[in-house]
């Protein structure tokens, strides 16, 4: 264990070493959220009504969600993965007294909680304002929690196996930006998943993508989940992790023999 919080330390003050980047981080947050809060406040200003189930305010609050989801859970573990595959040290790591899913994921870990710590002033400020949310209830932010983290593994695990492309192809840049831009979209991070036909709100019930943002968001925002949704949504999370875990162990020993064969 203390070589898994070394690794979360070392990862979490390289971000604290560089003020600009911290006041960088608090600058976008604060533009992110504002820009939010001002789109959707002309939007509502021109149409009175309830778009997609939301009105103004729980739109402002999904949004406000989906930034804290953006800053603690994306982190581009499989950005990271290519460029330690192509430079060599890919297989220094391999042997560290951590296996590779503990390094990779406690230097997430750091980096992500080091990201929160500095959005969450602009975050509560913005939050203070717009968030009057009366039904959360210790239940509700205990699941929600476990939601959260469970997003941030099945994340992780997606990243791991894109990322792990590396070990066969040279350039693997363009599948790593439609990777975010499909899974932006398919999560809910760039429109509410409500705003979508019925028909293609099913196709999504059968990919992850939602469990990453969207459905943990309800958890905490949609007065109409019970206990049962709650639940069905933390198993459906759980059930994905251990099929994308299988999937990256699977991508792993194939993409280390290949690259041993090449390179022996």
């Known amino acids: 264990m203390k ?8 990862s979490f003050r390289s971000i604290l070493n560089y003020k600009s980047s911290v006041l960088l981080l ?11 809060v001002f789109l959707w406040t002309y939007i509502y200003q021109s149409n009175q009504i309830n778009i997609a189930g939301y009105d103004f305010t729980s739109m402002v609050q999904y949004y406000l969600g989906t930034i804290i989801f953006s800053y603690f859970v994306f982190y581009p573990v499989d950005w990271e993965i290519n460029d330690d595959v192509h430079s060599g040290n890919f297989f220094s790591i391999l042997i ?20 929160l710590l500095f959005i969450i002033i602009p975050v509560i400020l913005f939050s203070s304002v717009y968030y009057k949310n009366e039904l959360l209830t ?15 593994v099945l994340w992780f695990l997606i990243s791991c196996c894109v990322g792990m492309l590396s070990f066969w192809l040279e350039n693997i840049f363009f599948v790593l930006t439609v990777k975010e831009i499909v ?4 999560s809910g991070i760039l429109l509410p998943l409500s705003f979508f036909s019925n028909n293609f709100r099913l196709f999504l019930d059968v990919l992850p993508f939602k469990y990453l943002v969207y459905e943990p968001l309800q958890m905490f925002s949609n007065d109409t989940y019970k206990l049962i949704d709650y639940l069905r ?11 994308f ?20």
Request: hydrophobic share 55%; with cysteine; glycine share 6%.
């Open 96 to 115: 560290k007294p951590v296996t590779f899913y503990k390094y990779y994921f406690c230097k997430m870990l750091g980096d992500r909680l080091a990201h």
């Open 233 to 243: 949504i933390i198993c459906i999370q759980l059930i994905w992790c251990i099929i």
């Open 3 to 10: 070589k898994e919080m070394s690794i979360i330390l070392i």
């Open 138 to 152: 210790i239940e509700i932010l205990i699941l929600g929690s476990i939601a959260i983290i469970l997003s941030m």
């Open 26 to 36: 608090m600058l976008q947050a604060s533009i992110q959220i504002m820009i939010s």
């Open 245 to 264: 875990y299988i999937i990256s162990r699977f991508i792993l020993r194939k993409g280390v023999e290949h690259f041993s064969n090449v390179g022996g």
């Open 183 to 186: 899974i932006q979209f398919l």
